[in-house]
């Protein structure tokens, strides 16, 4: 056995793409490296108050041969000749137009700056209205096509992002040969791939927001689409019919691609899955155990055999997909839309009047300015977390709703908005805080709520991702509001560290995934225990969450009821 071969798993995120490179036998991490898209950066492309958030192909593709050549070079020459297999994961769902090619929209020069033509991101709600409409459309059919997603169809999902942008858009509309996942067209395009035919989709992506299931054939039939609108007809023929766990090799690194990186052809590419699902592999999941990546948003992930989970559908989770996380076992998936983004949210709003003031400041240096901002930016979520750590717990205390960003899960609604009650002129940013920290801690335990009145039940917890840890007063309100211990993950890069699994699965070099996961993994190294005097009072907090929740969905639906002009 060849002690010295290596693997390098590339993790994009909301923000930016990293690369790892691994010891195949280990796990040891011997270099990385992280590029922040620029165009992101600015916000190009985007508009919060539509909920438009698009990220444009080429700080992809800027990305990877960046992040790739800087952490091959740190590993140097012996590593780099070593490297058997690469393999990818994305956010998702974030979906991009594509040519007869398989180019993305976006990359063609009468497009560049079209944001309908770049990938929708995972957060993108403008298609809320084309995602109800499918709910709807779904219950005329003798064959529940929703049953394997949870029963209802989510506006950051795969079909309704395509037809609001064939709907909004005639251009992309008349160029658009078929419509891709990320984390399908990075292996595609490392494989050096030219058309869009031979794109091969990944169960993950397929299963969880594509419909695509092997109970009833694969994708829906034609006249499923069809007929709930005629724009979306030919689309179904032009997209995939076989699907691939992610432990399979989309192919070996092209030629280009090789030259561009200093490798060989004989270098394997894995089939591409969602960060999330590579992430609770690097993060060692196993059965009975909710494995929740904590980032801007969380996925939440667990797996069970095909024994304990019988013919069990679990009601408003984002899916339960065969071989989707592990293959030969059943993955599902929930999550919330925003998580650390609701944090991030409260330190801007809260920095919104000194960052103006800054701005007009005369008397400061320049460079000073910028630094007084960047220390700001970086201390206050810390800041905020220590003085909400030692304000005293009370039932009584504000309490929030966390759909700053929509409703993931239990049961999808984008249109959900967020709130807050008793609020006192009294209440200062530590107690808001508080409550937000609270709130996100409290849609986790309605998740875990969820999986086990189904029948799933969630014996544990782990934690991964930035948040889990950076964050101990986060991770210890959610031991406390979910009376169960949460371990945290030794690695910082779960998700990367899953691909690098991955890669050396597809590579060959081990016969399962679990195998790969049992050899490279990095175990636990925090846990956090539930506060046994915090519990009782947080159980009568989380029926305040409850109730405020349920106030904001009646609002929502008694304002649909109030006619227009009334």
Not at 145 to 174: C, M, N, T
Not at 291 to 302: E, L, Q, R
């Amino acid at each position: 056995m060849n002690k010295e071969a290596y693997v390098a798993g590339v993790d994009y995120g909301t923000d930016s793409v990293r690369a790892i490179v691994v010891n195949a036998y280990s796990g040891e991490e011997v270099a990385s490296s992280v590029y922040y898209y620029p165009r992101w950066r600015d916000q190009l492309y985007c508009n919060a108050e539509l909920n438009q958030f698009r990220q444009h192909p080429q700080d992809y593709l800027d990305g990877l041969e960046s992040v790739l050549k800087e952490s091959l070079n740190a590993a140097g020459e012996k590593v780099r000749a070593s490297l058997v297999g690469i393999s990818i994961d994305t956010t998702g769902s974030s979906p991009v137009a594509v040519d007869a090619q398989g180019i993305p929209l976006a990359l063609l020069p009468e497009f560049a700056e079209n944001p309908n033509a770049m990938f929708v991101l995972w957060k993108d709600h403008t298609s809320v209205a084309e995602a109800a409409e499918i709910n709807a459309h779904a219950r005329k059919f003798p064959i529940d096509y929703l049953q394997y997603v949870g029963g209802i169809y989510s506006s950051e999902w795969f079909w309704a992002k395509l037809l609001h942008i064939l709907r909004v858009d005639e251009k992309v509309r008349a160029s658009c040969h078929s419509w891709v996942e990320h984390c399908d067209w990075i292996p595609f395009v490392l494989t050096g791939g030219k058309k869009a035919t031979d794109i091969k989709r990944g169960v993950c992506s397929a299963g969880h927001k594509a419909l695509w299931a092997q109970a009833f054939g694969g994708l829906p039939p034609e006249d499923f689409f069809t007929s709930l609108d005629p724009l979306l007809g030919g689309f179904r023929a032009r997209l995939f019919e076989d699907t691939y766990t992610a432990s399979e090799a989309a192919g070996n690194l092209s030629q280009e691609w090789a030259t561009r990186l200093g490798l060989s052809t004989n270098v394997t590419i894995g089939i591409g899955a969602f960060d999330a699902h590579m992430g609770a592999v690097g993060g060692q999941i196993a059965p009975g155990f909710l494995s929740k990546v904590m980032g801007t948003s969380t996925c939440d992930m667990m797996v069970a055999s095909y024994e304990e989970i019988g013919s069990t559908l679990v009601r408003g989770i984002c899916g339960q997909v065969d071989g989707s996380v592990i293959p030969g076992m059943v993955g599902l998936e929930a999550g919330q839309s925003a998580f650390g983004d609701t944090y991030a949210w409260f330190r801007d709003l809260l920095s919104w009047p000194l960052e103006k003031m800054l701005s007009n400041i005369s008397w400061m240096p320049a460079e000073a300015v910028e630094k007084l901002r960047t220390e700001m930016r970086a201390n206050m979520i810390r800041a905020l977390s220590e003085a909400a750590a030692g304000l005293p717990l009370r039932v009584d205390d504000p309490v929030a709703v966390d759909w700053l960003n929509g409703r993931r899960t239990p049961d999808a609604n984008q249109e959900l908005t967020a709130a807050m009650n008793g609020l006192k002129l009294g209440t200062g940013a530590p107690q808001m805080f508080k409550a937000w920290v609270e709130a996100t801690c409290f849609g986790a335990k309605a998740i875990v709520d969820r999986f086990n009145q189904e029948g799933v039940q969630v014996r544990g917890l782990i934690g991964l991702g930035g948040v889990a840890r950076k964050s101990p007063y986060v991770m210890q309100t959610m031991a406390n509001v979910m009376n169960m211990p949460i371990k945290i993950h030794r690695s910082e890069q779960t998700c990367a560290l899953g691909a690098a699994m991955f890669a050396a699965t597809a590579a060959g070099l081990y016969p399962r995934v679990e195998d790969a996961m049992n050899a490279m993994g990095q175990g636990f190294d925090i846990t956090y225990l539930p506060y046994a005097d915090a519990v009782g009072v947080y159980a009568k907090r989380y029926e305040r969450y409850r109730q405020l929740a349920s106030s904001v969905e009646g609002m929502l639906k008694s304002k649909k009821e109030i006619p227009v002009n009334a």
